[in-house]
Structures are given as structure tokens and as C-alpha cells.
Nanobody, 111 residues
Framework: QVQLVESGGGLVQPGGSLRLSCLAS????????TGWYRQVPGKQRELVAS???????DYKDSVKGRFTISRVNAKRTVYLQMNSLKPEDTGVYYC?????WGQGTQVTVSS
């Protein structure tokens, strides 16, 4: 059983930045692809960014050039650096690997 704990969410003005962190409880974390998902009330959870075990990233079109996903396997952590934030980036952000999910962290972009 892998536990994932997200942190780093908060309230930020449009154009601002946040860095989310996802800390895993097990070192096997480094062997698998990890994704960051966003959920907005009334909508399906959507994949925002993912990163393979070898560090290859992939992004949803709407965040390309603004978000950067990275991982530090020695720290069992995956990061999501979010720049130039927009109101439509608002939501609960979840970290996931295989069938495991974190509890989510709220990101609110508002003036």
C-alpha cells in the first residue's frame, strides 16, 4: 500500500505561481509513472501532467508552457510547478500512481 501526500496548494492571484509536492511512503514510487490530476465540482477528474519513471513528462495542452512536472526519486517526491496561473486552473489537485491516490490539495486562482 502506497500512501501519497500532496501539499503546496493555496490561494493565488491570476499570473501567480504555486509549487505542489507529492510525497510517497514507499521507495518503489520511483519505478512507476506518476500523474497530477485536477477536479472541479461537477466535472470529471482530468489528467494535467504526468511523468514516467525515467523522467519523461507529458502535459495537458492547456497547461503546456506554464506547468512543469518533475521528480526527485531520492526524496520520493513529484513536484508540479505552476506558473502564470489562470482562474480556470482552480480545482483540487490530486497525485496518483497506479491505483493509489492522495487526499488532494486545493488550488484557487482568484483576484
Amino acid at each position: 500500500q502506497v500512501q501519497l501526500v500532496e501539499s503546496g496548494g493555496g490561494l493565488v492571484q491570476p499570473g501567480g505561481s504555486l509549487r505542489l509536492s507529492c510525497l510517497a511512503s514507499e521507495s518503489t514510487f520511483s519505478f512507476f509513472t506518476t500523474g497530477w490530476y485536477r477536479q472541479v465540482p461537477g466535472k470529471q477528474r482530468e489528467l494535467v501532467a504526468s511523468i514516467t519513471s525515467s523522467g519523461e513528462p507529458d502535459y495537458k495542452d492547456s497547461v503546456k508552457g506554464r506547468f512543469t512536472i518533475s521528480r526527485v526519486n531520492a526524496k520520493r517526491t513529484v513536484y508540479l510547478q505552476m506558473n502564470s496561473l489562470k482562474p480556470e486552473d482552480t480545482g483540487v489537485y490530486y497525485c496518483s500512481q497506479r491505483q493509489f491516490w492522495g487526499q488532494g490539495t486545493q488550488v484557487t486562482v482568484s483576484s
